[in-house]
């Protein structure tokens, strides 16, 4: 009995000793980890590298990061300030967020940093796109792609795209049971940046199939660069060849043609504006224009769409002030055609040949409806923020960002901190676009509000995506009333891209025609 009570001691004494050891050498891994990368701080610099942490050999605060989600960033915000240190994803990584911050990323460019995305994203996107394209190239690129973004095309878009955005919200009414809202906009931003955007003839079915082959390239975009079978690289290069199959078939028609007018989308611009500038571009360099240009639009475009649907739902005083305002400016009601059984929601609407009402000038009038956007982009931005890489040391903040190390700059972190506005960043308020404030934000300069980024590599198509906005916020209003289909609402992802978690799901009702809804009040 004696000697296996000592055997028992011993047992538990050499446990004992092995977790001791085990937890000395994380700790010593950890601490030569952390020397590790002290001593990677550019010498020739005397200022220090910035607080923070750098978590566990290998892993850094990857996993922390996966975990913790928005959490993660802003608790080490609110401990080490807003730039901060830490690594991710296998890479040394500074954090910045905060106006003037951001502003020296953002305007240093080809200077101090330059554009980063992963090896697979390059792979997949290809060689030809703005993207990928630094210094001079990056600039002539920018250049041709402005043209399909000019006030002249927005022009002759926004009436194809209200049509586009009526007939969807009509659908949505007339679906008996719920729609899942973030799923919808996904399919509908496709359809309008396919047909619309880059003038493609696909009937409902082709577009269908489309989507389907684009989300699956999308969803690889971002995967580890290995090109073996069953990898997500290899899938996503299945994808994009099939989505360049079909392109080479509208960009070879779009190359005979000879308009003397002016082109009425994205690809044939792109053509005359090279043609303009004494190139002709090749087929390839086309498909990959025209990819990049749907990827752009896709996921940013959806996200913020459902998001405005969750905060018109959530803020219904603001669904009257819209409501007011195009009373007010002569926009009350959608057109004649109305749904089914005098709008008590038993049918579908009828075909409706109606022309636009909106066009550009029409949306600049409508203020609080821009305020609207403008401030869901500013508490739901789609991103949450993007990355560079140091070409040189440089100083921020009092601290030195070494070359070669990634800097990611915050949107949301940024739009949350800034002092600018007058009510609390948390709370939702178009109002703080309004007229009022308009000298103080001006005064602060503009990168207290970056939905779009800002500098050489800001968004060249964010008054089209404003624009989109707008429009189904119109749509919207007058046409429909909406719904929680669950019991709650949903709580929100923001990696890599926000939205729902469960995709929204809504109910949608037609309103009555504007004469139902006069009798009713007599």
Known sequence: ??????????????????????????SLAQHLWTLRWTLSRDRASALPLPKGSMGWPFFGETLHWLVQGSRFHSSRRERYGTVFKTHLLGRPVIRVSGAENVRTILLGEHRLVRSQWPQSAHILLGSHTLLGAVGEPHRQRRKVLARVFSRGALERY?????????????????????????????????????????????????????????????????????????????????????????????IAEKLHEDKAGEPDDALAMIIRST?????????QELKESAVELLFAAFFTTASASTSLVLLLLQHPAAIAKIQQELAAQGLGS????????????????????????????????????DCVVKEVLRLLPPVSGGYRTALRTFELDGYQIPKGWSVMYSIRDTHETAAVYRSPPERFDPERFGVEGEDARRASGRFHYIPFGGGARSCLGQELAQA????????????????????DFPAMQTVPIVHPVDGLRLFFHPLAPPAARDGLCL
């Open 1 to 26: 009995m004696f000697p296996c009570g000592l055997s028992c001691l011993s047992v538990l004494g050499a446990a004992g000793t092995a977790l001791l050891c085990a937890g000395l050498l994380l």
């Open 158 to 250: 926004v009436p194809r795209l209200q049509g586009a955005l009526r007939c969807e919200v009509r659908a949505w009414c007339a679906t008996r049971g719920p729609v899942a809202v973030y799923e919808a906009t996904k399919a509908l931003t496709f359809r309008m940046a396919a047909r619309i955007l880059l003038g493609l003839r696909l009937d409902k079915a082709q577009c269908a199939e489309l989507a389907r082959t684009f989300e699956q390239f999308v969803e690889n975009l971002f995967s580890l660069p290995l090109d073996v079978p069953f990898s997500g690289l290899r899938k996503g290069i299945r994808a994009r060849d099939q989505l360049h199959q079909h392109l080479e078939e509208a």
């Open 275 to 283: 043609r303009e500038l004494g190139r002709e571009l090749s087929v």
């Open 334 to 369: 959608t057109c004649s055609c109305g749904p089914g059984a005098a709008g008590d929601g038993s049918g579908p609407w009828p075909d409706c040949s109606c022309e636009p009402d909106l066009h550009l000038a029409a949306l600049g009038r409508l203020r609080y409806v």
């Open 468 to 487: 989109v906005l707008q429009l189904l916020a119109v749509e919207l209003v007058r046409t429909a009333r909406w719904e929680l289909a669950t019991p």
